[in-house]
């Protein structure tokens, strides 16, 4: 019964996905057997007989190596290995001792603020799988698009992800979450045609399986190893940008990070702040102070209990300021602040949530 619904819930979505560009997805991922494989030159034709669900643009063979190690400096990183509890009230800001201290309590609200996530009935359909070719390695590019189901999605978020990326989240839940993922497959490592065009369908429709399997896990749905799978890397990519000063760029990766945490249910979490923040600041960067404000009222909402939270006198402090350029009223945010100030929860002057977007990193 599941699985006809899902199938007709898949062939109505087919229907508007072709008019965005969405090609469809099948409603089943395959077995992975080993002896299932191509010639090398056994690969024309296979995208029509799979209806287009996938497009390859190459048929060689493979292994590669890892991507690059994050990018060397000398900014703090916020993966350092904190106490357990959450702190609960922020002491003043000192001039010398309130940087450290705001980056302990960011790391600490990154690791542990993961939010009240609500669940959606997801898709997850891996529309293309690209071969890269890179210096010293070569791999096949899956990008897998959240969809949700039972209605037509105007603004679908995508991920591309590689088969070590994939192997890493099931090694790390498996880790973690042992008993859920009893019964949970994955497509195993080959040695040999990884690049053949049957293996790429093959494991395109085992990912698809694999995570739509997590997602209906709620354990392993509201974990940070399944969360941070999709929208880390936008984070980690949006912020290097800012620091490079790529605005336009590190917005439609902050996008991009906004719309998958609203498809996986994850708004309350620290994370989701930190993409408001990235949002305000590029779009006042580029003189769209409407949206930049629009960002600035949404995370207050969200912060309307936490005066402790260590983003909350940056995000007062830049809607007073797009509040005055836009002309509008300022001056509840301009009481609250004062308030923090008065409780000696922040200094005169803040910082900036640009500032600690270059700042503070994401590790």
């Known amino acids: 019964m599941a699985s006809r619904i899902l199938h007709r819930l898949r062939h109505a979505l087919a229907g508007e996905g072709e008019r965005e560009g969405l090609p469809d997805c099948g409603s089943e991922a395959e077995e992975f057997p080993e002896s299932s494989e191509l010639e090398d030159d056994d690969t024309e034709g296979l995208s029509t007989r799979l209806s287009g669900t996938l497009s390859f643009t190459s048929n060689d063979e493979d292994e590669v190596t890892e991507e690059a190690a994050a990018p060397h400096g000398t900014r703090q990183s916020l993966g350092e290995d904190l106490g357990p509890e959450l702190l609960e009230h922020a002491p ?3 001039e010398r001792q309130g940087s450290n201290m705001l980056t302990r309590q960011l790391q600490e609200l990154w690791r542990k603020s993961r939010g009240s996530l609500v669940p959606q009935r997801l898709l997850f359909e891996v529309t293309s799988a690209d071969v890269v070719n890179e210096r010293n390695s070569k791999y096949v590019l899956y990008t897998i698009y959240l969809i949700r189901a039972g209605q037509f999605d105007k603004a679908p978020a995508s991920i591309a992800r590689r088969y070590s990326d994939f192997e890493r989240l099931n ?8 008993s859920d993922m009893a019964g949970v497959s994955f497509p195993r490592k080959r040695l040999r045609r990884n690049f053949a065009a049957e293996t790429i369908a093959k494991r395109s429709r085992a990912f698809e399986q694999f995570l739509s399997h997590l997602h209906s896990l709620p354990e392993i749905r509201r974990s940070a190893e399944f969360l941070e799978f999709f929208f880390l890397k936008d984070l980690q990519g949006a912020q290097r940008s800012m620091c490079t000063g790529m605005y336009c760029e590190a917005l439609a990766t902050w996008a991009n990070a906004h719309r998958l945490q609203d498809k996986l249910g994850a708004c309350r979490s620290g994370h989701f702040l930190l ?10 960067e580029l003189d769209q102070l409407d949206e930049a404000h629009a960002c600035s009222e949404k995370a207050l909402q969200l912060l309307e209990t936490q005066d402790s939270h260590p983003l909350l006198a940056p995000f007062l402090q830049t809607h007073v300021h797009l509040s005055w350029m836009l002309g509008k009223d300022k001056r509840q945010a301009e009481a ?3 308030g923090l100030r008065d409780a000696g929860l922040t200094g005169l002057q803040p910082p900036t949530l640009k500032e600690l977007l270059i700042k503070h990193p994401l590790p």
């Open 92 to 94: 003043p800001l000192a």
């Open 171 to 178: 090694r790390h839940l498996r880790h973690h979450f042992g």
């Open 275 to 284: 993409t408001l923040a990235g949002l305000a600041v590029c779009h006042q």
């Open 336 to 338: 609250r602040l004062q």
